[in-house]
């Protein structure tokens, strides 16, 4: 195949002729202006034996200099992005073309006279890099200033936090950027030694405490945090600082951009619900996960669902002998199948389409596959539409487990882990009831089948999961609003979900049998001022630009998630965000024969099917009897704070 002939560049040919014409000019205003400057501008008192050299020698010093000139491409370069090395190209041909006239200029003065003055050399390589830097660099300096002019009305004021080489290099980019709108007015840092310092000329105006102050005061509408190894508890405290002055605010992904030099605009990213926790990323020890799942055959039910996909990108990552997925949506299956073989493609991966609530098709599965560690993630988890259909919630959540668990414990499952919920503790709802009910079974089965160690591991709720709360923020965000909250004194715990899946893995190594383990959340989120901060991080104003509507508690949801019931009592583990609750003592034979008929009840869909998992699960409040405590909590503690004088309001 022969390549098609480029078609001939006008454009290019006539710029480059326009470039060399120049260049004759320069180099003949070079050379003449170098002696006439020596002799203070009096032609008449230039010597010939010094002109007639100088003229005699400029057709060679034309070739000389336009060669060089080619040499160091600088017919060749795009001058609207020149930079350092155009620059030192541009330098490093004049002064050779000076060298040039050093050498050859001698061979052209007239016998036994006087040789050129030296200072005519010096003033000749001025004069020639004075010409060839306005040429080249005022194009792109035209540019510039035509591209400011242009966005002066639509442009984004910017402010800086942090004034290291992350701040260096996004300052670098965004002036030099012909398509940025922004407009960087000011840094800040709280290092009092580079305070009234510039960084690309743009001033490092002060410490955090003045943030506010020059947001004000410089009309700012974007907000940098250009720290990519900041702690997250720091992270908080400059983000309870930015989301007052209600500019959008935007930081760095993380310090490892920095290391591999991918610093730039474009990694800039919106600030996460991740950065307004407080907390560190939790740790965990990857050496016992490994030894854990490494070379074991592994089943997660649920796989394709946000918890049960992170469990299998994590399983895989961690040399399995074989990772079987098991779960009744096709999409999802089918969907971290192509993820985990795209990432993973020695990965020995088993895709099955199946129901937990299927008993014969899950006994087939375990008979014929015999996993070593099974992770049961399937679940009906969205408390509202489990409190509409709350039969489905027990024969998907209880009845599966029951199912999966007994199929487990028949093929010599070594260890069985349940994934349950902080919603579990003191239910106020069916799916949580449903959960503490699960917890049941697999206290239960592991005195009753020796073989298996079963364990469950409770958190609360996950960033990201499917029906958290906070894409619901962002998407009624976008759509300028309301965002709507249940109540403003409404908290929850969160984790992500890398870490939560994590210390699954971490706590299932720990497994010695009927343990539930309960991962620490850390500090609990309002998530009123979850919503406003995401409001005024996002460059709005609460109330003004977003409004916030209270709903009232859906059907089923309270106030607080508790991650203990208060009998349980807990104990640590290695891990010090990873504990032990006490099983709680049950008597089996009452507890199945109460099984027995919150399945049947659950099958026939019975109406009451509340009063079925009340007997089971005493601690369990029917929403009716849920909100009526709440009412009396709430008038309780109105009355206590008209005793003290307070507000009584939820700020």
């Given at each position: 195949?022969?390549?098609r002939?480029?078609?001939?560049?006008?454009?290019?040919?006539?710029?480059?002729?326009?470039?060399?014409?120049?260049?004759?000019?320069?180099?003949?205003?070079?050379?003449?202006?170098?002696?006439?400057?020596?002799?203070?501008?009096?032609?008449?008192?230039?010597?010939?034996?010094?002109?007639?050299?100088?003229?005699?020698?400029?057709?060679?010093?034309?070739?000389?200099?336009?060669?060089?000139?080619?040499?160091?491409?600088?017919?060749?370069?795009?001058?609207?992005?020149?930079?350092?090395?155009?620059?030192?190209?541009?330098?490093?041909?004049?002064?050779?073309?000076?060298?040039?006239?050093?050498?050859?200029?001698?061979?052209?003065?007239?016998?036994?006279?006087?040789?050129?003055?030296?200072?005519?050399?010096?003033?000749?390589?001025?004069?020639?890099?004075?010409?060839?830097?306005?040429s080249?660099?005022?194009?792109?300096?035209?540019?510039?200033?035509?591209?400011?002019?242009?966005?002066?009305?639509?442009?984004?004021?910017?402010?800086?936090?942090?004034?290291g080489e992350?701040?260096?290099?996004?300052?670098?980019?965004?002036i030099?950027?012909?398509?940025?709108?922004?407009?960087?007015?000011?840094?800040i840092?709280?290092?009092?030694?580079?305070w009234?310092?510039?960084?690309?000329?743009?001033?490092?105006?002060?410490?955090?405490?003045?943030?506010?102050?020059?947001?004000?005061?410089?009309?700012?509408d974007?907000?940098?945090?250009?720290?990519?190894?900041?702690?997250?508890?720091?992270?908080?405290?400059?983000?309870?600082?930015?989301?007052?002055?209600?500019?959008?605010?935007r930081?760095?992904?993380?310090?490892?951009?920095?290391?591999?030099?991918?610093?730039?605009?474009?990694?800039?990213?919106?600030?996460?619900?991740?950065?307004?926790?407080?907390?560190?990323?939790?740790?965990?020890?990857?050496?016992?996960?490994?030894?854990?799942?490494?070379?074991?055959?592994?089943l997660?039910?649920?796989?394709?669902?946000?918890?049960?996909?992170?469990?299998?990108?994590?399983?895989?990552?961690?040399?399995?002998?074989?990772?079987?997925?098991?779960?009744?949506?096709?999409?999802?299956?089918?969907?971290?199948?192509?993820?985990?073989?795209?990432?993973?493609?020695?990965?020995?991966?088993?895709?099955?389409?199946?129901?937990?609530?299927?008993t014969?098709?899950?006994?087939?599965i375990?008979?014929?596959?015999?996993?070593?560690?099974?992770?049961?993630?399937?679940?009906?988890?969205?408390?509202?539409?489990?409190?509409?259909?709350?039969?489905?919630?027990?024969?998907?959540?209880?009845?599966?487990?029951?199912?999966?668990?007994?199929?487990?414990?028949?093929?010599?499952?070594?260890?069985?882990?349940?994934?349950?919920?902080?919603?579990?503790?003191?239910?106020?709802?069916?799916?949580?009831?449903?959960?503490?009910?699960?917890?049941?079974?697999?206290?239960?089965?592991?005195r009753?089948?020796?073989?298996?160690?079963?364990?469950?591991?409770?958190?609360?709720?996950?960033?990201?999961?499917?029906?958290?709360?906070?894409?619901?923020?962002?998407?009624?965000?976008?759509?300028?609003?309301?965002?709507?909250?249940?109540?403003?004194?409404?908290?929850?715990?969160?984790?992500?979900?890398?870490?939560?899946?994590s210390?699954?893995?971490?706590?299932?190594?720990?497994?010695?049998?009927?343990?539930i383990?309960?991962?620490?959340?850390?500090?609990?989120?309002?998530?009123l001022?979850?919503?406003e901060?995401?409001?005024?991080?996002?460059g709005?104003?609460?109330?003004?630009?977003?409004?916030?509507?209270?709903?009232?508690?859906?059907?089923?949801?309270?106030?607080y998630?508790?991650?203990?019931?208060?009998?349980?009592?807990?104990?640590?583990?290695?891990?010090?965000?990873?504990?032990?609750?006490?099983?709680?003592?049950?008597?089996?034979?009452?507890?199945?024969?109460?099984?027995?008929?919150?399945?049947?009840?659950?099958?026939?869909?019975?109406?009451?099917?509340?009063?079925?998992?009340r007997?089971?699960?005493?601690?369990?409040?029917?929403?009716?009897?849920?909100?009526?405590?709440?009412?009396?909590?709430?008038?309780?503690s109105?009355?206590?704070?008209?005793?003290?004088?307070?507000?009584?309001?939820?700020?």
């Amino acid at each position: 195949m022969h390549n098609r002939p480029q078609p001939f560049n006008y454009k290019l040919f006539w710029r480059r002729t326009a470039l060399i014409i120049y260049d004759i000019i320069s180099v003949i205003l070079a050379s003449f202006l170098a002696i006439l400057v020596r002799y203070e501008f009096h032609v008449d008192h230039i010597p010939a034996e010094f002109m007639n050299p100088i003229r005699n020698f400029l057709p060679v010093n034309l070739a000389m200099t336009l060669a060089l000139f080619w040499a160091f491409r600088m017919y060749h370069s795009l001058w609207a992005y020149a930079g350092e090395t155009e620059l030192q190209n541009l330098v490093l041909s004049c002064v050779l073309s000076g060298v040039g006239n050093v050498l050859l200029l001698q061979l052209f003065r007239i016998e036994d006279n006087q040789p050129v003055p030296q200072s005519y050399y010096f003033l000749y390589v001025f004069f020639l890099i004075a010409f060839e830097f306005t040429s080249r660099f005022s194009y792109r300096y035209l540019r510039s200033r035509k591209h400011k002019r242009e966005n002066r009305t639509n442009s984004i004021s910017v402010m800086i936090i942090g004034a290291g080489e992350a701040a260096n290099i996004i300052v670098k980019e965004i002036i030099n950027s012909h398509f940025s709108t922004m407009v960087i007015r000011c840094i800040i840092d709280d290092d009092q030694g580079k305070w009234g310092r510039y960084i690309q000329g743009i001033k490092v105006v002060g410490g955090r405490d003045r943030i506010a102050e020059y947001a004000a005061l410089y009309d700012i509408d974007q907000i940098i945090i250009a720290m990519p190894s900041v702690s997250r508890a720091e992270m908080k405290e400059i983000l309870a600082i930015t989301s007052r002055t209600g500019c959008k605010v935007r930081t760095l992904p993380g310090m490892y951009q920095l290391v591999n030099g991918e610093v730039n605009v474009s990694k800039l990213r919106d600030v996460e619900v991740e950065d307004l926790l407080g907390r560190e990323p939790v740790a965990v020890d990857l050496d016992s996960i490994l030894g854990y799942v490494s070379g074991k055959v592994v089943l997660v039910t649920g796989g394709g669902g946000s918890i049960g996909s992170e469990l299998c990108r994590q399983i895989a990552g961690h040399r399995p002998k074989q990772l079987i997925i098991v779960d009744i949506y096709e999409n999802n299956a089918y969907d971290i199948q192509q993820e985990l073989l795209l990432r993973n493609p020695e990965l020995n991966l088993t895709v099955l389409i199946a129901s937990v609530r299927n008993t014969q098709r899950m006994n087939w599965i375990f008979e014929h596959y015999r996993p070593d560690i099974v992770y049961h993630a399937a679940a009906h988890k969205h408390v509202p539409l489990m409190e509409a259909s709350p039969c489905e919630a027990i024969k998907n959540n209880v009845l599966g487990t029951w199912k999966t668990a007994a199929a487990a414990a028949q093929s010599g499952t070594k260890t069985f882990v349940m994934i349950s919920t902080d919603k579990a503790v003191n239910p106020t709802n069916i799916m949580g009831a449903s959960k503490r009910i699960c917890e049941m079974i697999i206290q239960t089965f592991n005195r009753k089948y020796e073989g298996t160690k079963f364990v469950a591991v409770r958190f609360g709720n996950v960033l990201g999961s499917n029906g958290s709360v906070i894409p619901l923020f962002r998407r009624q965000i976008a759509a300028g609003g309301p965002v709507t909250v249940t109540d403003p004194g409404i908290i929850r715990y969160f984790m992500t979900i890398p870490e939560a899946v994590s210390l699954v893995l971490q706590a299932g190594a720990y497994a010695m049998g009927g343990e539930i383990f309960v991962l620490d959340m850390g500090e609990p989120v309002k998530i009123l001022d979850l919503a406003e901060n995401l409001i005024r991080l996002s460059g709005y104003r609460v109330g003004e630009d977003i409004e916030i509507r209270f709903t009232g508690l859906r059907p089923g949801e309270k106030l607080y998630e508790e991650m203990l019931m208060k009998e349980e009592g807990m104990r640590d583990t290695a891990n010090r965000q990873i504990h032990i609750g006490r099983p709680i003592e049950i008597d089996e034979s009452r507890f199945f024969k109460e099984l027995e008929e919150l399945k049947a009840a659950a099958e026939n869909e019975s109406p009451d099917i509340r009063s079925y998992v009340r007997a089971i699960v005493p601690t369990y409040k029917s929403p009716e009897e849920h909100r009526a405590e709440q009412e009396r909590e709430r008038a309780a503690s109105g009355e206590a704070s008209g005793q003290t004088g307070g507000s009584g309001g939820c700020a």
